[in-house]
Structures are given as structure tokens and as C-alpha cells.
């Protein structure tokens, strides 16, 4: 089933007919129209068009890194000039994970209901509102209010572009490109620290309104999701939307029979309970879905990033801000290569290898802080254990960057059924939020009391992630969604 077979049955140039993506619609276009078709030779391509697609939804996590690197850079002067608290600026950074967890409630509906592309121009909205906020702020209320409008959109984004792109992949790229979410994440990480150093706290919040203003426009150019094309009946523009983005010359029969007898088989006009949720058939792609979304965060990472730049300085490194933006290079870098690595080597090999050195990387740094605390501060024991911190928490990022990261985004867009994407979906990406918030929180406190024994608390919950990597988790390398699901009845 593709169009030059149309064309082969007989029918004659003058009226071919093929999909033309203009202003995000689908048309047939006459012979009029087909001298069009030659400038957009290179979207015949099945991977340059999915990779076109994907470059552009990807603008929605740099969005999402961007909001979480924003505070970093410029707590110092957003507390001088608005005269915070300490704790009033604390509460600031916290309102964004406050305001994705909503994000994440509402995201798997919202996505479910009026689209995938529909859901992303939601969440750059108040994205944008979000950061106009900041940028003229004169007191905390506005402040509070434009970090909470960032975190709904984040909340919304970190759901919705994992899904999308796993939607409209093939089945040998999807994990190398649902991994350009984590790695867009780090980039936009990285850009805030960077652009912090150059830009006032005003400016950079006005930089931040950029991402979402170019994927407002851009999401008109790309197709929408074939699989909730054909969830919402849509069969033709399903069809169109699934042959442009696997190449005009390419036959898509089989592709599109599996995906019909998928929806067919799930029940599409279904509205989707809590209580369906409890069917014994959902329970082991909900505990993976969940699971690895929840471990990604328990795993200590944002405590880590946390007390990076104490760690810096405790080793003899007097400009943190420069070292902390070094670590979100080396964090960029090491996602690009589990982004390389993910559909050659598998998903739970990269897993494995990433909890693991996680869980060495912990130890190294708990081992590190223990010693320090009976060693005097002038002596050249102390100075090396500062050195073995900052050499473990590299480790981590590492580690981190280049399994927990990137993979259990890709994961959850895959193992989820298509009936029950939306409401699970949600409750994953709600989890993640959840227990990011409550580490971000419990961070301070717990490092207040013990150093050594925070890591080695976040040592143990990377031992409890790399035995439920081992048990539990599927390889879904290969394997189309469709092939995915039945495997897990």
C-alpha cells in the first residue's frame, strides 16, 4: 500500500495524488500541485522525515531542561534584587516540579483527547505566559505564579513528546530517537547554565520564552500521531500521516494492518476508570511503566546535582558555576551516547550497565564524605577525598546519563496498551514528578545530617533499581508497539 502502487494500478501522473503536509492538515494534492512535491524530496525519506519531526517536538524538553536549570544560574541575584529569603527563593524552585505534577494529571487526558500536537501547543502557552512572568517580576507573587504556569507545561511536555515519538518511529530507530528526549532535556540544562553566565536573571527568563515560541509555528508542519489517528477513527488521515512519515515510495500494508487489528482489539471508544487499571493484563506494563519512571528519580540524581557544586568547592574548585556547567556537557555527551547505543546494544542492557555504575559511583562518593569527617581539613587526605567525590559524582552523570535517564521515557511509551496510554501515562508521569519533587526536597535536610550517609541511602535504592532492571524489565528492542503489547498478554 503506498502511492506509486496507486499510481502503477493505472491511475496517470496528471492525477496522482499524495499527502501534502501544509499548516499541520493533510491534503490530496492534483497535478497542479505535484511540481510542489520536488522541493520536499528530502522528506520522501523515511529517516529524515521522522528525524524533521522529531528535531521540532524536541524543542519541547529543551523547554522542560531550560525551566530546570533556569534556577541555578541565577539564585544570587534574583534573591539581591526582589530581596528573598532563602527560603522564599527555595519554594520558587520547587512550585515547577508543584506545577508539573498538575501537568502530569491532565497531560495523558489532554494528549488522549485532542491530539498529541494539540497537547504540546497547550503546554507552550504557559510556558511562554511562565517565563513573561519571571522576566517582570517585581515581587514573589508573580514570581510563584510564572514558575507554577512552567512547571504545568513541563509537566505536560515530559508526558506527551516521549509518547509522540514512539508513536511515529519505526521500530529500528525508536529508541535512539525517544532518547533525544533526555538528551534535549540535558542540552536545555546546559544552555541555561551557560547563558546564565552571560545574562541577567530578566534576560535569561526572556530566552526561555524561545523554545516554545518556535514550536508553536513548527508543530503546523508536522503530521500528527498515525496510531491516535487510527485510535480516534481517522483512518484516512492515519494513512497519510504513516506513509509520509515512512517515505512516499515505501509500502506500508503490513504496518498499517497491525495497528488497525491493535485499535480494533483495544477497545478505542472506551473510556478508560481507575478500576480498569486493576485488570490482571495491565498490571506488568503499569509496574514497569511506573516503576522505572519512579526509580529514574529515587535513585537520588536531583540530590546529587544538588550538592554538585558543594562537592566542587570542597575539592579546591573555585569556580563552581563553570564546573557545573562542565558537568552539563559531560551529561549532554553521555546521553548522545546511550541515544547512539540504545537500539544496537538493547534497552535493558544500557539499564543494567547505568544502575550499575550509579550504585559504584554512590559508593565511591559516601565512602569519600565518611573519611572526610575524621580527617582534618588542612590535610592531604582531605583534599583527596574532595577529589574522589568529584570524581564519583561525574560517575554518576554518567552512569545516569546513559541508561536511567534517557530509557525508562523511551520504555513507558512503548509497554503502555494504547487504550490505557492516557490515564497510565499519566499516573507514571505524575510519579516521576512526585518523587523528584520529594527528593528535591528531602536533599537539604538529608545532606544536613549526614553527607555519607545520604549517598549511601541513594546507593541502596540503585541496588533496588538494578535488581528490578535484572527481574523484571523486558527487552523491547525491535519490536514494534504492536508486537510489544501482544507479547504482554
Not at 37 to 60: E, F, K, W, Y
Not at 436 to 459: D, E, H, K, Q, R
Request: hydrophobic share 50%; net charge positive; charged share 15%.
Amino acid at each position: 500500500m503506498s502511492f506509486r502502487d496507486e499510481n502503477e494500478d493505472g491511475r496517470s501522473d496528471s492525477h496522482l495524488k499524495k499527502p501534502f503536509l501544509h499548516t499541520g492538515s493533510w491534503y490530496r494534492m492534483g497535478s497542479r500541485q505535484s511540481s510542489m512535491m520536488s522541493s520536499s524530496q528530502m522528506i520522501r525519506d523515511r529517516s529524515v522525515s521522522v528525524l524533521a519531526c522529531v528535531l521540532i517536538v524536541a524543542l519541547g524538553p529543551i523547554q522542560f531542561g531550560f525551566t530546570g536549570g533556569y534556577s541555578s544560574p541565577t539564585q544570587a541575584a534574583i534573591t539581591r534584587d526582589l530581596k528573598l529569603t532563602v527560603s522564599e527563593f527555595s519554594v520558587f524552585g520547587s512550585l515547577s516540579n508543584v506545577g508539573a505534577m498538575v501537568g502530569a494529571i491532565a497531560s495523558g487526558q489532554i494528549a488522549e483527547y485532542i491530539g498529541r500536537k494539540g497537547s504540546l501547543m497547550i503546554a507552550a502557552i504557559p510556558n511562554i505566559i511562565g517565563w513573561l512572568c519571571i522576566s517582570f517580576a517585581n515581587e514573589t507573587s508573580f514570581l510563584y505564579m510564572g514558575r507554577l504556569l512552567e512547571g504545568f507545561g513541563v509537566g505536560i511536555i515530559s508526558y506527551t513528546v516521549p509518547v509522540y515519538i514512539a508513536e511515529i518511529a519505526p521500530q529500528n530507530m525508536r529508541g535512539g530517537l525517544g532518547s533525544v528526549t533526555q538528551l534535549s532535556v540535558s542540552i536545555g540544562i546546559m544552555l541555561a547554565y551557560l547563558l546564565g553566565l552571560f545574562a541577567s536573571w530578566r534576560i535569561l527568563a526572556i530566552l526561555g520564552t524561545l523554545p516554545c515560541l518556535i514550536l508553536i509555528p513548527a508543530l503546523f508542519f508536522i503530521p500528527e500521531s498515525p496510531r491516535w489517528l487510527a485510535k480516534m477513527g481517522m483512518t484516512d488521515d492515519f494513512e497519510a500521516s504513516l506513509q509520509v512519515l515512512r517515505g512516499f515510495d515505501t509500502d506500508i500494508t503490513v504496518e498499517v494492518n497491525d495497528i488497525k487489528r491493535a485499535v480494533a482489539s483495544s477497545n478505542r471508544r472506551a473510556a478508560i476508570r481507575f478500576a480498569d487499571l486493576k485488570q490482571r493484563r495491565y498490571w506488568f506494563p503499569l509496574m514497569i511503566g511506573i516503576g522505572l519512571l519512579v526509580l529514574q528519580q529515587i535513585s537520588g540524581i536531583n540530590g546529587v546535582l544538588f550538592y554538585a557544586s558543594n562537592i566542587f568547592r570542597s575539592a579546591g574548585i573555585s569556580n563552581s558555576d563553570a564546573a557545573t556547567l562542565a558537568l552539563g556537557a559531560i551529561q549532554v555527551i553521555a546521553t548522545g551516547v546511550a541515544t547512539w547505543l540504545v537500539d544496537k546494544t538493547g534497552r535493558r542492557i544500557l539499564l543494567t550497565v547505568s544502575s550499575a555504575g550509579m550504585t559504584l559511583s554512590l559508593v565511591v562518593v559516601a565512602v569519600s564524605f565518611f573519611v572526610k569527617d575524621f580527617a582534618e581539613e588542612s590535610s592531604s587526605l582531605y583534599t583527596a577525598m574532595g577529589i574522589l567525590s568529584v570524581v564519583g559524582v561525574v560517575g554518576m552523570v554518567i552512569g545516569f546519563s546513559l541508561g536511567m535517564g534517557p530509557i525508562p521515557w523511551v520504555i513507558m511509551s512503548e509497554i503502555l496498551p494504547v487504550n490505557i496510554k492516557g490515564l497510565a501515562g499519566s499516573i507514571a508521569t505524575l510519579g516521576n514528578w512526585f518523587t523528584s519533587w520529594v527528593i528535591t526536597m528531602t536533599a537539604p535536610l538529608l545532606l544536613a545530617w549526614s553527607g555519607g550517609g545520604t549517598f549511601t541511602l541513594y546507593m541502596l535504592l540503585c541496588v533496588a533499581t538494578l535488581a528490578f532492571v535484572s527481574i523484571w524489565v523486558p527487552e523491547t528492542k525491535g519490536k514494534t508497539l504492536e508486537e510489544i503489547q501482544f507479547s504482554l498478554r
